[in-house]
């Protein structure tokens, strides 16, 4: 296999004598959907904040493409190709969804916001053809308010892309929505991987998309790496059934999340 695009070595931090993330290590390849599992609390939103500059590490590294990017603001990260979607949905909902993305597209070009309106023709075009990657094109024109929740999520996907990122970073992306939803959010990330050649690191709840759309999984339990593997080979992982549902439950057995409802702002 050619060179990680992403490594984490050893990375940790603690919080008030908590060891949150506990000397983890990984690689993330290009054209790769990786999942990070594990239970509530395990490090994983953590684990995201330290690759996204959001929270500083206080040890081990994270390189991409030459860069260490521990130490590094996430505006520099983001800038480097690290994109990110976020559990909350982060759309203006008085806008439509063509110019949520458009500002989107105007922030990767660098513009200040005020320079918005007279600019935003010259960026519709790229907005658009963001949108019709993420399925979403013909709704360009109605405003965010009026989406359903599944849809406000593509659109906050075409956002990230407007950053044209090698590396997407995806906490609960699918948090609120239907099984069906999931499903459909995860195919598209999964096809968006392959077309763009990018990476993406994700969390995900329902183990049934985490085993039908990730190409790898790696688990963490108490800020520790415990296993890493094909989705297979992470099903049948003793180690994992016993941290998920302790000793003689398997995977199978496991209960769909209830569908919670979420709404966004
Ligand atoms: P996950 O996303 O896997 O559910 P988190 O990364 O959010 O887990 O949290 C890992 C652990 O670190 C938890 O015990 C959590 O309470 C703790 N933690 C996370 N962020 C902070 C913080 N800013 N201050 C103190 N403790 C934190
Ligand atoms: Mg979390």
Redesign the pocket.
């Known amino acids: 296999m050619s060179a990680a695009l992403l490594e984490v070595r050893d990375l940790g931090i603690s919080?008030?004598g908590?060891r949150?993330?506990d000397g983890i290590s990984f690689d993330l390849h290009r054209g790769e959907l990786l999942a990070l599992i594990?239970?509530?609390?395990?490090?994983?939103?953590?684990?995201f904040?330290m690759v996204g500059g959001q929270?500083r590490a206080s040890g081990g590294s994270v390189r991409m493409a030459e860069h260490d990017l521990i130490g590094m603001k996430p505006r520099a990260i983001w800038r480097l190709g690290v994109g990110r979607t976020f559990q909350i949905a982060a759309t203006f909902a008085s806008f439509t969804v063509a110019e949520n993305v458009q500002m989107a597209v105007l922030s990767h070009h660098r513009q200040v916001f005020a320079l918005w309106r007279p600019a935003a023709d010259r960026f519709r075009a790229q907005a658009l053809a963001l949108l019709e990657q993420v399925g979403m094109r013909a709704q360009a024109d109605r405003p965010c308010s009026e989406l359903a929740y599944g849809d406000i999520k593509r659109v906050e996907l075409a956002m990230a892309l407007a950053n044209d990122p090698r590396l997407l970073l995806m906490?609960e992306p699918t948090a609120g929505m239907a099984p069906r939803e999931r499903n459909e959010l995860m195919a598209l990330t999964k096809r968006l991987v392959v077309e763009r050649g990018m990476a993406v690191l994700f969390?995900e709840h329902s183990m049934d998309v985490v085993f039908a759309h990730a190409d790898r999984v790696i688990v963490?339990a108490r800020?520790k790496l415990i296993a890493e593997g094909t989705p297979e080979a992470i099903r049948n992982h003793p180690k994992v059934q016993e941290v998920y549902f302790g000793s003689g439950t398997t995977f199978e057995h496991l209960p769909q999340p209830a569908f919670a409802g979420r709404m966004s702002a």
């Open positions: 919080f008030g908590v949150a993330v594990g239970p509530n609390g395990a490090g994983k939103s953590t684990t904040n929270l906490d969390t963490l800020g």
